[in-house]
């Protein structure tokens, strides 16, 4: 039993789809399920539409999901030429669920309407596969994820039920695998005991893939990249970026934690927790040897980067000179978590607190109007912030060029800066 997972990079076109398709026939010798996001930019997509809708400019969000549908109809137009039809039907199906919200009035919050709209890119796009497979004689069963993934309702972020979770799988999932080789279903989604659609963050399909993989034993994950490995950076950002062969599961969690895009934060503790090996490998390639990621510590890694752009730096400073440890720093705090949005750098003076946060327009700008009923705050957008695990004075002396930096931690492991320019 192995789990993959395949991002929307690797169905984001009718060649790229009959690539991933190839690969999981190809492996189909061994019992597989397969987690896939939503094509190319659908999530993007979906979520103008969720923001149009939440506005109540109603016309804007049907025009923009017509436009949705028709992209997603003319995949299956030219994909499945002779039975395109149960696919069609299918995805119909979805798209009346999106339609008649619409026309609706919004009246709950809109991190609500984001997790029922943006949820479907992810039904979409395996219907659209699961029928391609079908029709590749594959033997395969597509299955709705909001029937197995139970969460809570903390929308846009939603939490597992693992317990639930795990009875669903050994009850729904494993019976298939008596009758089918592949199990296709969707990341990144799940459903509340109401039966209301929820998402686990952006980027979640790996935390998905990974829980499917921790509660079945599977052999491995592997999750389906555009590139040929892990690399020690975002090969678009730095030119220089190499393949790293080999990482652990610690080293993975550190750079998921600063920010590295490559694995989602949570993946990897469901996969350690069983000592589960998980595989990065290219769809554009599958002879390429990829990562593997484990228990062994690694040796030997070179710098690592991580470049957080669109960062905004707030500073909250004591109005009366007091020392702002204790209570005010608690006020503050609270008030990160009710908006749900928590710092990525943060560092104490004895009268100020300085935070270093993703610009996320509405809520950093809340959080800034809300604390200014304690403190004097000043708020500096369009910033970046570097972070370098294993550096070398070569590695600060290049990246920092330039540069100005106006606030910098480190540790003997890493460093990070907030700078301008």
Known sequence: MKVYKFGGASINNIERIQNTATIIKNDASQ???????????????????????????????????????????EVVKYLLIHNWKAAEDQLKDFFTEIEWMLHDKPVRSYDYYYDQIVCCGELFSTCIVAHYLQAQKANVQWVDVRDIVRTDNNFRDATVDFNYTTQKINDDIIPLFAVHDIIITQGFIGATDENESTTLGREGSD??????????????????????????????????????????????IEMAYYGAQVIHPKTIKPLQNKNIPLLVKSFLDTSLPGTVINAVASKNLPP??????????????????????????????????????????????????????????????????????????????GLSLLTIRHYDDAAIAKLTAGKNIILEQRTAVTLQAVVRG
């Open 31 to 73: 019992k597989l399920l397969v987690v896939i996001s939503a094509m190319g930019k659908t999530t993007n997509a979906l979520e103008k539409i969720a923001t149009a809708y939440f506005e109540e400019r109603k016309e804007d969000a049907l025009l923009l999901f017509e436009q949705v549908k028709n992209n997603h109809l």
């Open 207 to 252: 935390y998905t893939a990974a829980i499917f993989a921790n509660i079945l034993n599977a052999e491995s994950l592997t999750i389906w990249k555009d590139v040929e490995s892990v690399m020690s950076a975002d090969p678009k950002k730095f030119a220089d970026a190499v393949n790293m062969p080999a990482l652990s599961f610690t080293e993975v």
């Open 304 to 381: 690592v980067l991580v470049l957080k752009e669109k960062q905004v730096m707030i500073q909250f400073l004591s109005r009366d000179f007091s020392f702002i440890e204790g209570k005010p720093v608690e006020q503050l705090h609270d008030i990160f978590k009710a908006i749900k949005l928590q710092p990525n750098l943060s560092q104490n003076t004895a009268i100020s607190l300085i935070c270093c946060f993703d610009d996320m327009g509405e809520k950093t700008d809340r959080i800034a109007t809300e604390a200014a009923a304690f403190f004097d705050v000043d708020v500096e957008k």
